[in-house]
T-cell receptor
Framework: DAGVIQSPRHEVTEMGQEVTLRCKPISGHNSLFWYRQTMMRGLELLIYFNNNVPIDDSGMPEDRFSAKMPNASFSTLKIQPSEPRDSAVYFC???????????FGPGTRLTVT | TQLLEQSPQFLSIQEGENLTVYCNSSSVFSSLQWYRQEPGEGPVLLVTVVTGGEVKKLKRLTFQFGDARKDSSLHITAAQPGDTGLYLCAGARGGNKLVFGAGTILRVKS
C-alpha cells in the first residue's frame, strides 16, 4: 500500500517567491497534518484537518502561510511570499480521525535563499 | 516551553551496549507514541502505549508508560548500528492532535 506521498521532495527558491507543497494522504485516512521540522524548534504542528475541514491552525506562523484540503486525497501548503527563515523540512502526516497514530510522508526540504 | 521533555538530547554508544531514553511531562496523556526518524525520511511509528504502567516489547526495544500516564521510557538492549536515528516521543491529550518532544539523537558505533 502507498504511504503518504509528498511533492516535491526538494524545493529551492528565492526570497519573495510563492512555494506550494503537496500531500496525498493514505487512502481511507480522514485526518491530515502539516508539520515543520528544524534543528532549533524540532517538529512543530502547523495545521490539521479532519474530513477536509481545518480544525486547528494555531501553529501557522503568519498570514504568509495557508493550507487547503479540497478533497480527501489532496492537500496543499502554500507560502507566499517565502522568506529565508521558512527554510525547513515540511512533513505531511495522516491518520484515522479519532486515532492518534500518525503516518508521515518523506517530507519536502525547502530552502529559501 | 516543551510539554514533553526528552533526555538525553544526544547519545553516542558502542554496538552491544544498552541504553534508555526518557520522555517526561507534567501533563497527563491519553496515549503516548514513540517514533524513529532516519536522515532524509519522515518519522516512523514504533509503538503506542495507552494504559498506565503498560510495557510493550518490540524485539530489542522495551517501551514503558508511567503509572500516571505522564512519562515514558524506551530501553534498547544490545544496540546495533541500525538503531541509529532520531527517537521522538509524542503525547495525545484526546483527539488526534499530538505533542512531540524535541527528540533524542542516537548514534550506535560499530
Amino acid at each position: 500500500d502507498a504511504g503518504v506521498i509528498q511533492s516535491p521532495r526538494h524545493e529551492v527558491t528565492e526570497m519573495g517567491q510563492e512555494v506550494t507543497l503537496r500531500c496525498k494522504p493514505i487512502s481511507g485516512h480522514n485526518s491530515l497534518f502539516w508539520y515543520r521540522q528544524t534543528m532549533m524548534r524540532g517538529l512543530e504542528l502547523l495545521i490539521y484537518f479532519n474530513n477536509n475541514v481545518p480544525i486547528d491552525d494555531s501553529g501557522m506562523p503568519e498570514d504568509r502561510f495557508s493550507a487547503k484540503m479540497p478533497n480527501a486525497s489532496f492537500s496543499t501548503l502554500k507560502i507566499q511570499p517565502s522568506e529565508p527563515r521558512d527554510s525547513a523540512v515540511y512533513f505531511c502526516a495522516s491518520s484515522f480521525a479519532g486515532g492518534s497514530e500518525q503516518y508521515f510522508g518523506p517530507g519536502t526540504r525547502l530552502t529559501v535563499t | 516551553t516543551q510539554l514533553l521533555e526528552q533526555s538525553p538530547q544526544f547519545l553516542s554508544i558502542q554496538e552491544g551496549e544498552n541504553l534508555t531514553v526518557y520522555c517526561n511531562s507534567s501533563s497527563v496523556f491519553s496515549s503516548l507514541q514513540w517514533y524513529r526518524q532516519e536522515p532524509g525520511e519522515g518519522p516512523v511509528l514504533l509503538v503506542t502505549v495507552v494504559t498506565g504502567g503498560e510495557v510493550k516489547k518490540l524485539k530489542r526495544l522495551t517501551f514503558q508508560f508511567g503509572d500516571a500516564r505522564k512519562d515514558s521510557s524506551l530501553h534498547i538492549t544490545a544496540a546495533q548500528p541500525g538503531d541509529t536515528g532520531l527517537y521522538l516521543c509524542a503525547g495525545a491529550r484526546g483527539g488526534n492532535k499530538l505533542v512531540f518532544g524535541a527528540g533524542t539523537i542516537l548514534r550506535v558505533k560499530s
